[in-house]
């Protein structure tokens, strides 16, 4: 099992930055397999959740159209932290923002976590 902590998110002016951040804790049994895609989603009220960001354990990263450019993913390997630096913030940026992690476990099976969520606000 893999507990995902997010923190970060809150309330910004349009035209403002956030940043959020999301740890990886595994417990005893996971330790031996490792994590490989770490990625933010979002999900505004009455739409499907959509990813945002995705970055790989080598940095190969993905975005979506509507963040390309303003936002940024990174990643500590060693730490099982996924950063999201969102810059030049849109009132449509507006959303409950979930971090994601693949555990990578035996013949390649891939497994994935979910955080609880952190509410992103952008309004003046």
């Known amino acids: 099992q893999v507990q995902l902590v997010e923190s970060g998110g809150g309330l910004a002016q349009p035209g403002g930055s956030l940043r959020l951040s999301c740890t990886a804790s595994?417990?005893?049994?996971?330790?031996?397999?490792?994590?490989?895609?770490m990625a933010w989603y979002r999900q505004a009220p009455g739409n499907q959740r959509e990813l945002v960001a995705e970055?790989?354990?080598?940095?190969?990263?993905n975005y979506a159209d509507s963040v390309n450019g303003r936002f940024t993913i990174s990643r500590d390997n060693g730490k099982n932290t996924v950063f999201l630096q969102m810059n030049r913030l849109k009132p449509e940026d507006t959303a409950v923002y979930y971090c994601?992690?693949?555990?990578?476990?035996?013949?390649?099976?891939?497994?994935?976590?979910w955080g609880q969520g952190t509410q992103v606000t952008v309004s003046s």
């Open positions: 994601k992690a693949v555990m990578i476990l035996p013949g390649q099976l891939q497994l994935p976590f």
């Open positions: 595994k417990n005893r049994d996971s330790r031996r397999f490792s994590i490989d895609t």
């Open positions: 970055i790989h354990t080598g940095g190969v990263t």
